[in-house]
Structure formats: structure tokens, C-alpha cells
């Protein structure tokens, strides 16, 4: 289906059985309640969806997955990456033969060099298929970090270069993208506790982390957020801030999945070098989730 590049996307997580195989039944499912609760597209699989850990062939099982469980009732979109740019180019095309109607080009794992290699690794994905892509722009994670300039000279060299992923944690970027790009990029935010910030410079989208266990309240925060319902946004933000915060620490993972649980959206199970969180980091984590819970607005 047809991708515009708005609203709340989730960065879905991958839901695995108690072998840490992938559990494809429930994937099809927690697609379809995202896309139900409004989120205008699915991300997957990611940082947050344990991409590192799964193989070449899960990938392509989960895009078809993904993809047939959304029935075109929003676009799924490929999170492209790989230690080497042959196999990122190789699951880039086998993305466009599933059906997704994006690419989340993501710098190499691992090797950390200057914009000449950069730049050739994510053009050499952009130029793999005809799919709209989106630049997933993470220098805290992963050490590289593409700037403003570059980003415009990427955009001004392949058509089909869309949109940025800022993940930097400084909202100034969304501004700066903006100033040089003007509208030719839609610029998404990807760190969960500054999506009103970023809306509020002009940010048109949310790779989202807890909208995989609170996709309505995350679309209803982005809502008031980007129609100017200040008191409203405020109000809901404030509420949300505490479960936000845990998309922005290591073990994101363990916590956004035992928010899923929290919510009966899931289970707790990560794959090595991951572990499920235990003893009293398990307990301060539940204690928050409950606390908000026990206060979850009525929407």
C-alpha cells in the first residue's frame, strides 16, 4: 500500500515462545490491535524488535507476517540493517518482495566510520528498491552520526529518500532538518519522552516504543500534540512521562515487553545477550507500570 510518512508508528517489538523462536501467531495479532488503536504504520523489527538477534529468514518471515496481518490497512515498513551493506541491500529487496511499502535504513552494526562509508552503506540500500525510506539517525546507539548537511545531500541525490528518524535526544535537529530540508523530509522523532518537544518544532511523526502496550493513549498524546491541544497534551504527557522514560535506557526492551505484560499484550521472553529483568530491577519497574496503571486516564 501506498506509505505517507505521519503519525504514530510503532517500533514493534518481536514477541518470542518460551524456545525464543518467533511466535508468528501472536506478531499477526499484536499487528492488527496496533493498527486498530490508530497507528498509521509498523516498524519492524528494529532496535527495539531485537533485529540483531534474529536471522536473515526470520526477517523475511516476520515482514510476511506482518504484512498479510495488516491486510493494507497500514503499511509496514522494513527496518533495514546489517553488519554488511551486501546482506543490508539483500534484505532491503526481500522487504519490497514481502510487500512493504518502507525501508528504515539504519547505519552498519558495529563499524563506526566517516560520512564517505556511511553514506555509501545507506545509498546502496536506497538504491536496492524503489521503496520510500526513511534514514534511522541514531548516534547515541550506534556512534554514527548523520547531520543535518548530510542528510539534505542524501535527499537530494535519491528520490526516494523520504524521511528521518532523529534519535539524537536534541530536538534542535528536527529544526535544523527542517530549516535546510524545508518539507522535501518528514521528520519523525524517536526517543518516546520528547515527542511533544519535537511536534512542537515541527516533527510530522512518532516511531513510537510503549505504543506497543499503549498504542491509544500514544495516538491521542501525538494528536493533541500536533493540533495544538496544550492542556490536554500537557495532561496526558505528564501521566505517561514515567513508562516514556523507559525507552531511553538499555534494557528498553525488557521494560517495554513487561509493559506489554502488564497491559495482557505479550509476554517477557528476549533472546541472549538480553535477559528478562529480575529481583529488584524487576520490582522498581513493576512498581512504576502499576502506579501508572492504577492511574491510566480515561480517553
Known sequence: MALEWKGVMPAMTTCFKED????????????????NHGCTGIVTPGSLGEGATLTFEEKVALWQTCVRAAGGGAPIVAAISSLSTAEAVRLAQSAADQGCAGLMVLPPYVYRSDWREMKAHVAAVMRATRLSCMLYNNPIAYGTDFLPAQIQELASEHENFHSVKESSAD????????AIAGERLAVFVGVDDAIVEGIGVGAVGWIAGLANALPKESVD???????????????????????????????????IKLVQVEVGMGNAHVRPPRLELAGTELEEARATIHAALRNRPSL
Open 20 to 35: 525464543l523462536s518467533i511466535d508468528r501467531d501472536f506478531a499477526a495479532t499484536h499487528a492488527r490491535w496496533l493498527v
Open 171 to 178: 530536538v534542535r535537529r528536527v529544526t535544523a532538518i527542517r
Open 221 to 255: 498524546l501525538f494528536n493533541y500534540a500536533r493540533n495544538g491541544e496544550r492542556a490536554k497534551a500537557f495532561k496526558l504527557y505528564a501521566w505517561f512521562l514515567p513508562l516514556l522514560r523507559m525507552d531511553t535506557v538499555p534494557k528498553f526492551v525488557q521494560l
